[in-house]
């Protein structure tokens, strides 16, 4: 077992994608809380880097060059790596990548789970644990970490903590959310509901665009709420389809925010409903309620872990199928209603203020 000093530098290999990130907050903790003297590295896709903008359970940001090819770019980040003399790699993401660039930076002790043939790559390989597809991912990557305590501290605290994925917004960073919507003529004294009507990997995951268009509506009807559309860029689409299909006005600020100030964005919102898309996690890490419709994945281990989310679903028979193209008729999401939806909006997230 390796002594508590000996670790004096960790660098941990970030998620790929929002939501993954959001899910790997409580492990990030509870690293910093068992190391509480290292120097702990967040190596993460640079898009990724604003989620982390107020952080305090790291202390620096390394970011990977998403412009290279996947060979240059391993070569280009372990000689990153190899200069930083890290005495501990743990890598949240499966992909062998991540793997092989740890160990061409040669850091010592490596710690991942052993999948994608990177067994050999890893100082500590883990097998998957069984219980993987039923709990939340949240515990996939606490694991890591309870793992890394008992490895290399010979203790074991990390299993009784209660996972906690919150994130801190500034006030300053929400003085600039707000004087954004006020650009865009928001009434920042009035009710706003975010709406995310994208999903940038798998079209599947997509609510038809008109019944957000509906929902907007009535939400705005009957609830006297302004509609903010947020997404990446690759979901310009879905904004055009909305905005040409409700009747009530609406904002469209999809593409124009990186994560960094969607999320301030979410912070000074009332709700966001959305299909199974990153932001639906960053909301309620920031404190925002969400609703969150879900069709083909499975709420149980990827949906957004908070008492301030709830998942809106048509219950079908065939869900979740975990596929990016539904080979029949896409019921898991064609039965869901619009008023179902409202329904849940309202009872579950606006009843104290209507």
Known sequence: ????????????????????????????????????????????????????EDADFIDRLLTIDGGLSKIKRVIAEADNLEKEDFDLAILLPNSFESAITARLARVPRRIGYNKDLRGLLLSDPLAVPEWKDRRHEVYYYLNLIAEAERRYL???????????????????RQQQARAMLRSEGVDTNRRIVAIGAGSTNSMAKRWHANRFAELIDQLQDELDATAVLVGSPTETD???????????????????????????????????????????????????????????????????????????????????????ECPIDHRCMTRVTVEHAFSVCRHHFLAESV
């Open 154 to 172: 010979n203790r074991s605290t990390v299993s009784a903590a209660e996972p906690d994925i919150s994130l801190v917004v500034s006030e300053t």
């Open 1 to 52: 077992m390796a002594a508590t000093g000996i670790i004096n530098k960790i660098v941990v290999r970030g998620t790929n994608w929002i939501g993954d990130a959001v899910m790997s907050v409580p492990a990030l903790r509870e690293l910093s809380r068992i190391f509480p003297d290292a120097e702990i590295t967040l190596h993460t896709k640079t898009t990724l880097e604003g989620l982390y």
């Open 238 to 324: 879905v904004g055009a389809e909305i905005q040409a299909s409700v009747r009530t006005r609406v904002v469209d600020l999809i593409g124009r925010t990186g994560i960094a100030e969607a999320a301030a964005l979410l912070s000074v919102c009332d709700l966001l409903v959305s299909n199974d898309m990153g932001l639906a996690h960053v909301a309620p890490a920031v404190g925002t309620r969400s609703a969150v419709i879900f069709g083909p994945t499975n709420p149980i281990t990827t949906r957004p872990f908070s008492d301030k989310s709830v998942v809106i679903s048509a219950g079908v028979e065939c869900s979740p199928c975990m596929l990016r």
